[in-house]
């Protein structure tokens, strides 16, 4: 069974950091894609970072560009999300994703989905 577990939401000021984490389990997606997205109360979920299968290639949402840097782990199976800099609007549930098959970058669709981080920045 394939397994996404996100790890290291929080609470923290405006202007403070937090770094995510995902650990894969079930398979290996070290020739994959993966990225996170998250959600806000009343929202759709929006994209906010991809990597590509080496890590060599990186995507991000303006909203997040030069204060969040998402990187992976392949040996551990794991991907990141350093997010710095973090605003009251950050706020949400992160989740993290990967594509199931090699395709193009960034992918259109992910086959894969952990079950969430809860973010919360104070103001």
């Known amino acids: 069974q394939v397994r996404l577990v996100e790890s290291g939401g929080g609470l923290v000021q405006a202007g403070g950091s937090l770094r995510l984490s995902c650990a894969a389990s079930?398979?290996?997606?070290?020739?994959?894609?993966m990225g996170w997205f998250r959600q806000a109360p009343g929202k759709e979920r929006e994209f906010v970072a991809a990597?590509?299968?080496?890590?060599?290639?990186?995507y991000y949402a303006d909203s997040v560009r030069g204060r969040f840097t998402i990187s992976r782990d392949n040996a551990k199976n794991t991907e990141y999300l350093q997010m710095n800099g973090l605003k009251p609007e950050d706020a949400a549930v992160y989740y993290c994703?990967?594509?199931?098959?090699?395709?193009?970058?960034?992918?259109?669709?992910?086959?894969?989905w952990g079950q969430g981080t809860q973010v919360t920045v104070s103001s």
């Open positions: 079930g398979r290996t997606f070290s020739r994959n894609s």
């Open positions: 990597i590509n299968w080496s890590g060599g290639i990186t």
């Open positions: 994703a990967a594509s199931g098959t090699i395709s193009s970058f960034p992918p259109r669709e992910y086959d894969y």
